[in-house]
């Protein structure tokens, strides 16, 4: 089973930037995609950005695409999530996901147990 603790969020003006974590541990973990949904209250969870087991390869949502930054450290199974030019409407709740497939031009996970996740709020 994975388990996955995110941190990181906060309050930011608009055009700001944030930093999120996320710490995965459980079998398989390693040799899987990590990455980031995001959540905002009344909406689907969306994608929003992935990075290969390798840490080589990253992929991004257009929405976020040049603004935001996936990274990941493979010996602390950790992803991190740089998020520069911060607009209001990134607000939401961000949360971890491995393993991250894609398939048919979409980026979806099987997770079952999801992290707490961290809120990010851009102010205008």
């Known amino acids: 089973q994975v388990q996955l603790v995110e941190s990181g969020g906060g309050l930011v003006q608009a055009g700001g930037s944030l930093r999120l974590s996320c710490a995965a541990s459980g079998r398989f973990v390693s040799t899987e995609a990590m990455g980031w949904f995001r959540r905002t209250p009344g909406k689907e969870r969306e994608f929003v950005a992935a990075?290969?087991?390798?840490?080589?390869?990253?992929y991004y949502a257009d929405s976020v695409e040049g603004r935001f930054t996936i990274s990941r450290d493979t010996a602390k199974n950790t992803a991190y999530l740089q998020m520069d030019s911060l607009k209001p409407e990134d607000t939401a709740a961000y949360y971890c996901?491995?393993?991250?497939?894609?398939?048919?031009?979409?980026?979806?996970?099987?997770?079952?147990?999801w992290g707490q996740g961290t809120q990010v709020t851009v102010s205008s």
């Open positions: 996901a491995v393993p991250i497939y894609y398939d048919g031009g979409q980026y979806y996970t099987d997770l079952d147990q």
């Open positions: 990075v290969s087991a390798s840490g080589q390869s990253s």
